[in-house]
Nanobody, 115 residues
């Protein structure tokens, strides 16, 4: 079973930066997509950014130009560099991995953007 462990959340001022990291273990050869979602209080979980098979990346319109995914195959990690953070980026961020028959989630890490 694929397992995901996140780290790197915290409190940051508007305009600041944070880097989230997700370590993926288990049968990762079955994973065809991995990335990050987020869920703000009272809202549905939404896609932030994802890397698909072949290396194609998709980003939510709200984070384009500010957030960047990076995958390290040797370390089995997928990181999310978040720059120019805004209060509306405040949410619990979840690492996500998808196989042909399952979807896996990390435990979530809180990101709070506040002055």
């Amino acid at each position: 079973q694929v397992q995901l462990v996140e780290s790197g959340g915290g409190l940051v001022h508007p305009g600041g930066s944070l880097r989230l990291s997700c370590v993926i273990s288990g049968p990762i050869f079955r994973v065809y997509a991995m990335g990050w979602y987020r869920q703000a209080p009272g809202k549905q979980r939404e896609l932030v950014a994802i890397i698909l098979g072949g290396g194609r990346e998709n980003y939510a319109d709200s984070v384009k130009g500010r957030f960047t995914l990076s995958r390290d195959v040797a370390k089995n990690t997928v990181d999310l560099q978040m720059n120019s953070l805004k209060p509306e980026d405040t949410a619990v961020y979840y690492c996500n991995a998808q196989t042909s028959d399952s979807t896996y989630w990390g435990q979530g890490t809180q990101v709070t953007v506040s002055s």
